[in-house]
């Protein structure tokens, strides 16, 4: 009797566990307060993260939600600090609530001493930024300077797991340099665990993952790491045991299909424009047939932010290096290029060729919403190529105009959207951020000296548009109107 009523007891909060933490609500504003962990038998590994971005701090307090002591550890000093005093240096919903939970609950702690936090952790991620250099091969300095750490470091059995997106291979080459550091004086195992996270839903897609690859090469290595995510595997999320090799192709090819995705959509919406067909029903129109999938079809200004550029250029690099031609994805980039150039003819159409003197107000700066990111992002280029054209620009985000300042010091930054249409020629929304969604159109008809907006994300109303007597544009829309 009292078995049963212990495992009922259990059933019960794991019930209300897994209700909350791993709520797919993305909106619930309270799901990392005032919450408990039950014991779900996770052996709390002492695990450190190197490098504190996005990717880093994000599975840092994931796996210090999931009931591990993780260390967050990164070389620059005033991140570290700010950390620590519980702010984030990036935006990212529900992040800053995440780590403060997990700071209180002593689950989490912050470190400029890289080396300090490989010595006392079991278990080490690496989570440290991969670039892209000129010729479009990725930059491996910090994840080779990380794998030298660790090699001078090791003091027992360690695992490494690479979260930081690395062409094939780089798990060998991690392996190669530990072994010299350390003159193979300790066993390790080094895994390869890509992140599959998204900005602006990071914490959900860490805590809700569609899957999680592990390329894990020994037994030990993988029963630790099942520990670890000990917390998904209760709730069935697909798990995928398998090499290095593989597990690193995994990540790029999912990335590299993600974005022939957009621009094979971003190509049809051209063609749409041409005749007189609706981009957004015949995306709904395929996407509802399950081979075909309805997401990643929003046709937009090409896709931009950190990973998608870069990833598919390093995929096609290490696949030239092994004699072969990518030619989709090859494609793929060469769309979004091009689909840039168009988004800014649009515009120039839309104002009769004459930029020179107009007053542009941009509306979002981020590569997409919900993040202050501007890595890549189609702004970056519309505000090169406007300012080419002696146009003048009032640009606003809810969030990423700090970072575009430092790109582009001498442009105008508005500090609402009101205030960027007040007195503008023409709109431009490049982001889909809601408050854009939401734009007071009969106010912007009566404060814009000229009603003429360019909507790159389709998010406005056009009967909206047309019943104020916009002159507007969009992706995938017959014609201007
Ligand atoms: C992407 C992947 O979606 C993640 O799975 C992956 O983990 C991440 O890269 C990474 O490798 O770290 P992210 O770049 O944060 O995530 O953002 P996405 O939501 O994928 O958007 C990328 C770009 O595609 C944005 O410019 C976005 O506006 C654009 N996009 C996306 C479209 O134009 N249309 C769509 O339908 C979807």
Not at 193 to 213: I, Q, S, T, W
Not at 223 to 228: R, S
Not at 336 to 360: C, D, M, P, W, Y
């Amino acid at each position: 009797m009292e078995t049963s009523k212990n495992i009922l007891l259990f059933l019960l909060i794991l019930n209300s566990f897994t209700s909350n933490i791993f709520s797919k609500d993305v909106n619930s504003q309270n799901s990392y307060a005032n919450r408990s962990l039950p014991n779900l038998e996770t052996k709390n590994y002492k695990i450190s993260v190197i490098g504190s971005g996005y990717v880093g701090l994000v599975a840092g307090a994931g796996l210090a939600y999931f009931g591990n002591s993780v260390v967050c550890a990164d070389i620059d000093n005033s991140k570290v600090e700010l950390l620590n005093q519980g702010e984030i240096p990036i935006y990212e919903p529900k992040l800053k609530e995440l780590i403060s939970e997990q700071i209180k609950l002593d689950r989490l702690k912050f470190t400029s001493q890289v080396e300090d936090a490989i010595r006392s952790s079991d278990i080490i991620f690496i989570a440290v930024g991969t670039p892209m250099d000129d010729t479009g091969r990725t930059d491996l300095s910090y994840i080779e300077a990380v794998a030298k750490a660790i090699g001078k470091n090791l003091n027992g059995y360690k695992i490494i797991c690479t979260k930081s997106t690395v062409p094939v291979n780089t798990g060998q080459l991690i392996k190669d340099l530990i072994s010299l550091e350390s003159e193979d004086k300790f066993e390790f195992d080094v895994v390869s665990n890509p992140e599959f996270l998204k900005e602006g839903d990071a914490v959900n897609d860490f805590l809700n993952p569609d899957r999680v690859v592990l390329g894990v090469e020994t037994e030990k290595a993988k029963e630790i790491l099942n520990d670890i995510y000990r917390p998904l595997i209760e709730r069935d999320i697909p798990f995928i045991y398998t090499s290095l090799n593989t597990a690193e192709t995994i990540k790029y090819v999912a990335n590299s299909f993600l974005a022939t995705k957009i621009s094979f959509i971003n190509e049809v919406a051209n063609f749409c424009e041409k005749v007189n067909a609706d981009v957004l029903v015949v995306a709904k129109g395929i996407g509802l047939d399950k081979r075909i999938g309805q997401y990643f079809l929003n046709p937009g200004p090409g896709f931009g932010g950190s990973c998608f550029p870069k990833d598919t250029h390093s995929f096609l690099h290490k696949a030239n290096q092994n004699g072969l031609n990518l030619q989709i994805v090859e494609a793929a980039l060469k769309v979004n290029a091009q689909q840039r150039k168009h988004v800014f003819e649009k515009i120039s159409n839309l104002l009769e060729g004459e930029l020179e003197g107009k007053t542009i107000a941009i509306l979002g700066l981020a590569f997409k919403a919900e993040t202050d990111d501007i890595r890549e992002s189609p702004a970056i280029y519309l505000i090169k190529e406007f300012l080419a054209s002696k146009a003048n620009i009032k640009a606003y985000d809810p969030m990423a105009s700090n970072n575009m300042k430092h790109l582009y010091p001498d442009i105008t930054y508005a500090s609402s959207s009101a205030d960027a249409l007040s007195g503008a020629d023409i709109a431009v929304i490049l982001t889909e951020w809601k408050e854009f969604k939401e734009l007071d159109l009969s106010k912007a008809a009566s404060t814009m000296k000229n009603k003429v907006l360019f909507d790159a994300r389709n998010i406005l109303k056009v009967n909206e548009l047309k019943d104020l007597g916009f002159k507007f544009a969009n992706i995938g829309l017959a014609q201007v109107k």
